[in-house]
């Protein structure tokens, strides 16, 4: 079965600097998709990043960027030059080429310093 | 290029009483999925319509549950005899014809109360 895990809570970022959120996946089947989706407090969930499991390079997406390392089954995003309005909640999910779902981890909260 | 929409926004309901979201996707889009988010949790999927066919359900998709695609265009969810337990926010998402593992967009979601 699809799982996804994604370890921390929350985490906070001075502006400016970067920061990586985690996830790790957990699929048997080859042919898979990761994302990364924003959901900020208004509820809506937004479309980040997607790496797909047969891409060779790394996803990247203005100041997104998806660190894929498939051996290790990890899939964490780097938000570089964090701003005040990165603030919200991160999910990454999982969908299977023969799925008809996306499965998606509890989520990291992040807040942005000033 | 207007997005998936969702209607009502919120909607406050007794127990016990009948409550029909409507989920209009993106144009193009064939694929349509109902989720279903409590607070503090990631979403769970709960439908999945391929043009008019519903081709999978969650088991957390209870009798009280039904969703509907008629035309293959837009798709209602009704939740009849609400319980407190339904109250969550109830997302919907489209996503083109293709790789399965294409990208789902999202509407901004129907926000259900039961009191």
């Known amino acids: 079965a699809q799982k996804i895990t994604q370890t921390q809570p929350g985490m906070f970022v001075q502006e400016k600097e970067a920061v990586t959120l985690d996830c790790t996946y957990d699929t048997s089947d080859p042919s898979y998709g990761l994302f990364w989706y924003k959901q900020p407090s208004s509820g809506e969930m937004i479309f980040l990043i997607y790496q797909g499991s047969y891409d060779q390079q790394n996803a990247t997406e203005g100041r997104y960027s998806l660190n894929f390392q498939k051996a290790r089954k990890s899939a964490n995003l780097v938000i570089s030059a964090s701003q005040l309005g990165d603030s919200a909640m991160y999910f990454c999910?999982?969908?299977?080429?023969?799925?008809?779902?996306?499965?998606f981890g509890a989520g990291t909260i992040l807040r942005v310093k000033s | 290029d207007t997005g998936v929409s969702q209607d009502p926004r919120h909607k406050i309901t007794k127990r016990g009483q009948n409550v029909t979201f409507r989920c209009d996707p993106i144009s193009e889009h064939n694929r349509l999925y109902w989720y279903r988010q409590t607070l503090g949790q990631g979403p769970e999927f709960l439908t999945y319509?391929?043009?008019?066919?519903?081709?999978?359900k969650s088991r957390l998709l209870s009798d009280r549950f039904s969703a509907e695609r008629p035309k293959g265009s837009f798709s209602t969810l009704e939740i009849q005899r609400t319980e407190q337990g339904d109250s969550a926010m109830y997302l919907c998402a489209s996503s083109p014809p293709g790789l399965r593992t294409d990208t789902q967009y999202f509407g901004p979601g129907t926000r259900l109360t039961v009191l």
């Open positions: 999910a999982m969908s299977l080429e023969y799925g008809n779902k996306l499965v």
């Open positions: 319509f391929q043009n008019e066919a519903q081709l999978e």
